[in-house]
């Protein structure tokens, strides 16, 4: 078999192993009672399944992860319980809901934990941080996701004493997991933030056991300034992340439309914006997939448009892989 007919034959499976996702609850899921996980979860299922998404990246909420909400949900009056047995009702409620929603509809769910991380500032800022992570964490280990997303947090005055901080805390929230979760460790959109430089999250990565990279291609392009515009610099962070992921059956992109600052990230847009440029992205995605055999990519969009940008990028996708395919046609053509 020639190159080019080789090439042609892997598109379908190549495609196969790009896995779509939405970092929130879908746009047009019809939930109404935020305190409802149930009801939340069964929606956002509905909704991925009319859209051929399979993976969803739950946002920190403390009003659906809050314990005493759920109980008050069952109708359970935590006076007439010890702790242990409270406990284990909350476990027994979210482990059928794992069964019942998340495995039967063959959704990998993520817990991404609070948006502000920051374990250097104060005791206040530590303190409310941890208790975040530890209910994001409980959660996502009740449930059964298949792990947690944080950031690294505020960097501080001193990054190498901040990071060193960060890795010590992330560590005892890595222990509230399941062995077979995995803790996700993201670029940053924002320069003061650790994790804005690749070296910043490979020590990290090294440092935590069960650790993956996330990385975030939309805030990579905004701290890069918004200049970069070949697929060679959007496949640089995926090999050099992969290469210290404790997982090597999949690596987990997320993209966005994004306006640029001085700063890195200003806000989040449609992907429709083109920036980052959406066909060089998809490029040093196919080009990882093709050197890397047998990996999956999660790719979730998180986007202001979500499920629609989703469903915009398999668009585009499809766009791509049938360009190569008439590529790989013609030179196998040319080459009789």
Request: charge should be positive; charged fraction near 30%; glycine fraction near 6%.
């Given at each position: 078999?020639?190159?080019?007919?080789?090439?042609?034959?892997?598109?379908?499976?190549?495609?196969?192993?790009?896995?779509?996702?939405?970092?929130?609850?879908?746009?047009?899921?019809?939930?109404?009672?935020?305190?409802?996980?149930?009801?939340?979860?069964?929606?956002?299922?509905?909704?991925?399944?009319?859209?051929?998404?399979?993976?969803?990246?739950?946002?920190?909420?403390?009003?659906?992860?809050?314990?005493?909400?759920?109980?008050?949900?069952?109708?359970?009056?935590?006076?007439?319980?010890?702790?242990?047995e409270l406990l284990e009702i909350i476990r027994e409620y979210?482990?059928?809901?794992?069964?019942?929603?998340?495995?039967?509809?063959?959704?990998?769910?993520?817990?991404?934990?609070?948006?502000?991380?920051?374990?250097?500032?104060?005791?206040?800022?530590?303190?409310?941080?941890?208790?975040?992570?530890?209910?994001?964490?409980?959660?996502?280990?009740?449930?059964?996701?298949?792990?947690?997303?944080?950031?690294?947090?505020?960097?501080?005055?001193?990054?190498?004493?901040?990071?060193?901080?960060?890795?010590?805390?992330?560590?005892?929230?890595?222990?509230?997991?399941?062995?077979?979760?995995?803790?996700?460790?993201?670029?940053?959109?924002?320069?003061?933030?650790?994790?804005?430089?690749?070296?910043?999250?490979?020590?990290?990565?090294?440092?935590?056991?069960?650790?993956?990279?996330?990385?975030?291609?939309?805030?990579?392009?905004?701290?890069?300034?918004?200049?970069?515009?070949?697929?060679?610099?959007?496949?640089?962070?995926?090999?050099?992340?992969?290469?210290?992921?404790?997982?090597?059956?999949?690596?987990?992109?997320?993209?966005?439309?994004?306006?640029?600052?001085?700063?890195?990230?200003?806000?989040?847009?449609?992907?429709?914006?083109?920036?980052?440029?959406?066909?060089?992205?998809?490029?040093?995605?196919?080009?990882?997939?093709?050197?890397?055999?047998?990996?999956k990519a999660y790719v979730i969009v998180e986007s202001p448009?979500?499920?629609?940008?989703?469903?915009?990028?398999?668009?585009?996708?499809?766009?791509?892989?049938?360009?190569?395919?008439?590529?790989?046609?013609?030179?196998?053509?040319?080459?009789?």
């Amino acid at each position: 078999m020639t190159s080019a007919r080789r090439r042609r034959s892997q598109i379908p499976k190549l495609m196969k192993r790009i896995l779509f996702g939405v970092s929130n609850i879908p746009l047009g899921a019809q939930i109404r009672n935020i305190e409802n996980i149930e009801r939340i979860l069964t929606e956002c299922a509905s909704r991925m399944s009319d859209f051929s998404l399979k993976v969803l990246e739950l946002p920190f909420n403390e009003v659906y992860m809050d314990p005493g909400r759920i109980l008050e949900r069952l109708k359970v009056d935590a006076k007439e319980k010890s702790p242990q047995e409270l406990l284990e009702i909350i476990r027994e409620y979210l482990e059928n809901i794992y069964k019942e929603v998340i495995k039967k509809s063959k959704i990998h769910l993520w817990v991404y934990g609070p948006k502000y991380v920051d374990f250097i500032s104060s005791e206040a800022a530590e303190k409310f941080t941890m208790e975040a992570l530890e209910m994001a964490a409980a959660f996502a280990s009740m449930i059964k996701a298949d792990g947690l997303v944080t950031l690294l947090g505020y960097a501080g005055d001193n990054r190498k004493e901040s990071l060193k901080k960060s890795i010590k805390m992330l560590r005892e929230i890595r222990d509230l997991l399941l062995p077979s979760q995995y803790i996700g460790i993201e670029i940053p959109g924002k320069k003061e933030l650790l994790g804005a430089t690749l070296s910043e999250i490979k020590d990290a990565l090294s440092s935590i056991d069960r650790s993956i990279p996330v990385i975030n291609l939309a805030h990579y392009y905004a701290l890069a300034g918004g200049i970069l515009r070949r697929a060679e610099q959007f496949l640089e962070p995926i090999k050099y992340l992969y290469r210290e992921s404790h997982a090597k059956d999949f690596i987990y992109i997320k993209i966005s439309g994004i306006e640029v600052s001085d700063n890195g990230e200003r806000l989040h847009m449609p992907l429709i914006t083109n920036q980052p440029p959406l066909n060089v992205v998809i490029d040093a995605i196919y080009k990882f997939l093709v050197e890397n055999d047998g990996v999956k990519a999660y790719v979730i969009v998180e986007s202001p448009l979500l499920e629609y940008d989703a469903e915009y990028f398999m668009t585009k996708l499809k766009e791509y892989f049938e360009g190569v395919s008439r590529r790989a046609s013609r030179g196998s053509s040319s080459g009789r």
